[in-house]
């Protein structure tokens, strides 16, 4: 069985501040990966997503993240954040195949301050 | 991009009814169809797979007799909570796979979730 680990699941960080989440998984064969926000009040968009190919993924609103098999990682990182950046982030994995649904880390709320 | 709605968005029942919340793909279609469930302050946690034509496929630990699932469509699939109790109050939230898009089969899009409060 799959699993998600998130290592932070508050964070509180100032404007401007460097973003690193962390997203740890356990499954054997092959993955993908997924990270989520989800603002207060809406539902889950997907920031980005990993299948295969360069490991170092770009997302939407800055944001990146670092696919390390070696480490069973997925973290996502963002150089500068914003206020409007406060939500709540999970970090999901399905099987390489794509048939299954999804299992979801814990969740990070993050809470940038101006 | 790929849209899904649910409805309704939110419900209010009392104890021992049962309510029924749909999931729609509305401007792709979806063979597959998963539902999953969000307690306040938690994680999603997959409940069922929901397959076009053929019978759910529940997560252990999910009572099929419960949460009956019906994907009479491919863009229709319908989750109905039967005798509902407080405890299944909850954020209900469905999601679909593009059956023709190429470049990410394996992406699923969310729909924005049914709040269900059983009082």
């Known amino acids: 069985a799959q699993s998600v680990s998130q290592h932070n699941h508050h964070v509180i960080l100032s404007e401007a501040a460097s973003l690193e989440l962390g997203c740890n998984y356990s499954?054997?064969?092959?993955?993908?990966l997924f990270w989520y926000v989800q603002y207060p009040g809406q539902h889950l968009q997907l920031l980005l997503k990993?299948?295969?190919?360069?490991?170092l993924v770009k997302g939407i609103k800055g944001f990146e993240a670092e696919f390390i098999k070696s480490k069973f990682s997925f973290n996502l990182r963002k150089p500068s954040v914003q206020w409007s950046d406060t939500a709540e982030y999970f970090c999901a994995v399905n099987s390489g195949g794509g048939a299954d649904g999804l299992t979801f880390g814990k969740g990070t709320h993050l809470i940038i301050q101006p | 991009g790929a849209v899904v709605s649910q409805h309704p968005s939110r419900v209010i029942c009392k104890s021992g009814t049962s309510v029924k919340i749909e999931c729609r793909s509305l401007?792709?279609?979806?063979?597959?169809m998963f539902w999953y469930r969000q307690f306040p302050k938690q994680s999603l946690m997959l409940m069922a797979t929901s397959n076009e034509g053929s019978k759910a496929t529940y997560e252990q630990g999910v009572e099929k007799d419960k949460f009956l699932i019906n994907h009479a469509s491919l863009t229709l699939s319908t989750l109905t909570v039967t005798s509902a109790h407080p405890e299944d109050s909850s954020f209900y939230i469905c999601?679909?796979?593009?059956?023709?898009?190429?470049?990410?089969?394996?992406?699923?899009?969310f729909g924005p979730g049914t709040r269900l409060t059983v009082t």
């Open positions: 499954y054997g064969g092959t993955v993908n």
């Open positions: 990993y299948f295969s190919g360069d490991p």
């Open positions: 401007d792709f279609q979806a063979t597959t």
């Open positions: 999601s679909a796979r593009d059956l023709s898009s190429s470049g990410a089969t394996r992406e699923q899009y």
